[in-house]
């Protein structure tokens, strides 16, 4: 799938849906090709924000 960096900013959950989905994605801007994104292949698991906050820097947790 093509799309302009204006047609992106509007409808970007569907396209990012379609992504998600397996489809590859090109966001031009101006007529050229600024981004390429393709569907990941690897399933990232969901952890606590707490938990990226500590790997981060120990003391930060006491700050969320």
Do not use: H
Request: net charge positive; with cysteine.
């Amino acid at each position: 799938m093509e799309v302009t960096a204006r047609e992106f900013s509007r409808r970007s959950s569907q396209i990012l849906a379609a992504v998600a989905r397996g489809e590859t994605l090109t966001v031009t801007k101006n007529g050229v090709a600024s981004l390429a994104w393709y569907p990941s292949t690897t399933a990232f698991p969901r952890t606590p924000r707490t938990s990226w906050a500590k790997s981060i820097c120990p003391t930060s947790a006491s700050l969320i």
